[in-house]
């Protein structure tokens, strides 16, 4: 398949436990995103990175959440010490260009985390 | 700053019925505007976008024309399917995306 992927797709933390969301973008994207989806709401803005460079973290909700991407393709975003406002899908999407040409992205199916 | 506001849904239509989205935006400078649509169970997929003033988005029956004067993207088909049930979300990039709170749409026999 030729998609972004995420892994796991559904996750069911305790309260105050960590947890590592994985994607895997499309091959050679430059652009990698990570969004926080609510229930009955968009998709927000989490945080960005062109190849390894994290350039943009300022939808972070607090310093509990943490975001990498080594080599410049797959890209974990951890949450620690999970609270139930975390609850939401958290959706990844690639794109093949540079963040000064925004144009389309392409989304995984997200991860749907459960915080009890 | 940079926002979206799209009708609220749940909207339902019969089969072959006439479809309006309306969808409005605030943004600093020419941003792009963008309709995605997900399907159940599955992730975001880009319906259509427009990059600048008058330009209108096509794609699978669906329109949208970026309208700056009314800073309006509304999405609209002529006759709807069955196919086409799932949430629909506005959007615009201006240095990030910005997503509106998505209509879902059903579409009865």
């Known amino acids: 398949g030729a998609g972004v992927s995420q892994s796991p797709r559904y996750k069911v933390a305790k309260r105050g436990q960590d947890v590592a969301l994985r994607c895997d973008p499309i091959s050679g994207h430059v652009s990698l995103f990570w969004y926080q989806q609510a229930l009955g709401q968009g998709p927000e803005f989490l945080t960005y990175f062109q190849n390894e460079a994290q350039l943009d973290k300022s939808g972070l909700p607090s310093d509990r959440f943490f975001a990498e991407r080594p080599e410049g393709s797959v890209s974990t975003l951890k949450i620690q010490r999970t609270q139930q406002e975390d609850s939401a899908v958290y959706l990844c999407?690639?794109?093949?260009?540079?963040?000064?040409?925004?144009?389309?992205?392409?989304f995984g199916p997200g991860t749907r985390l459960t915080v009890l | 700053g940079n926002s979206v506001t799209q009708m609220e849904g749940p909207v339902t239509l019969s089969e072959e019925a006439f479809l309006t989205i309306n969808c409005t935006y605030t943004?600093?400078?020419?941003?792009?505007l963008f309709w995605y649509v997900q399907y159940p169970g599955e992730g975001l997929q880009l319906l259509l976008k427009?990059?600048?003033?008058?330009d209108k988005g096509s794609n699978k029956g669906f329109e949208a024309t970026y309208r700056k004067e009314t800073t309006s993207f509304h999405l609209e088909k002529g006759s709807v399917q069955v196919s086409d049930s799932a949430v629909y979300f506005c959007a615009l990039t201006r240095n990030q995306f910005y997503f509106g709170t998505g209509t879902s749409l059903t579409v009865i026999p």
């Open positions: 427009a990059t600048k003033a008058d």
């Open positions: 999407a690639s794109s093949p260009q540079r963040t000064d040409t925004y144009n389309e992205q392409f």
């Open positions: 943004a600093t400078g020419y941003p792009s």
